[in-house]
């Protein structure tokens, strides 16, 4: 089932065309993966489906749903959720209190005097935490987490709404090389099982190769590959882009991380 389809979408600043007449589709339970080297036009495609930019021409639906322009609020309610290469949490609140504000907003509670926010949504938010490995944090000072934690908090926290679809900003930025892998597949089986659909940024090839059903390719704008791993792997035009070669990429851990820009 299509779950995002986004047609003929086009963008530009001033007389530099970000993104120009990029199409493409994510099926729920997909997990696809967004790359291309810096201004290809990523952090765009991205800021159009989540409302904080608003498309020169083309339409974006969720679900069949026209969402062409809605505000960020609107399509968060509609269930799109994001995370971004920098961990956005409540450092100042526990890890538990961190699910129960996302909760008590998506289920629009009117606070009183009489219960204290903490004790809202208390048996759902350890639940969350559970599914993403943090069931033992939940009372600690969420500031004090490790950086790999805190990414699966915001994962956490981006669950809480229940989204259909996830968009998520570099979600291995900043984690070590060790903690990278488990993130992933935490990732990838939690949107399998709740059929959510995954379209995701990422600079580290291991991580785009190892997990990506399908990658989408951009370069200054346009779209230049959609396709399974293994073609996109092979194809010449995308080893240009990022090389300046037509050989193909190694298999995994043969040469993947030579596509990142940043290597």
Not at 94 to 106: D, F, M, P, Y
Not at 133 to 141: E, F, K, S, Y
């Amino acid at each position: 089932m299509t779950l995002l389809a986004i047609r003929h979408l086009g963008k530009s600043f001033g007389g530099v065309r970000a993104v120009r007449d990029v199409s493409f589709t994510v099926e729920a339970g997909e997990t696809v993966a967004l790359i291309g080297p810096n201004g290809a036009g990523k952090t765009t495609c991205f800021n159009l489906v989540g409302g904080q930019l608003s498309p020169d021409a083309g339409e974006i639906h969720l679900d069949g749903q026209a969402i062409t322009g809605l505000s960020p609020q609107r399509i968060w309610r509609l269930g799109i959720a994001r995370t971004f290469q920098m961990a956005t949490i409540f450092g100042s609140l526990t890890v538990r209190e961190n699910l129960q504000a996302v909760l008590i907003s998506k289920h629009r509670r009117f606070l009183g005097v009489l219960r204290p926010a903490r004790r809202h949504f208390t048996g759902e938010a350890d639940a969350l935490l559970a599914r993403v490995g943090l069931a033992d944090q939940a009372d600690r000072p969420a500031h004090l987490l490790a950086y790999g934690d805190l990414k699966r908090v915001e994962l956490a926290m981006a669950l809480a709404t229940e989204p259909r679809l996830l968009l998520m900003d570099e979600p291995t930025a900043g984690v070590s090389r060790g903690e990278r892998e488990a993130l992933m597949k935490l990732i990838i089986e939690t949107a399998r099982d709740g059929e959510t659909g995954v379209l995701f940024t990422e600079h580290d090839m291991d991580a785009v190769f190892n997990h990506a059903g399908r990658i989408i390719v951009l370069h200054r704008g346009d779209l230049l590959a959609d396709a399974d791993p293994a073609t996109v792997r092979a194809d010449a035009r995308v080893r240009e882009v990022y090389l300046g070669s037509s050989q193909p990429v190694g298999k995994t851990g043969e040469g993947t991380d030579a596509l990142d820009p940043r290597a």
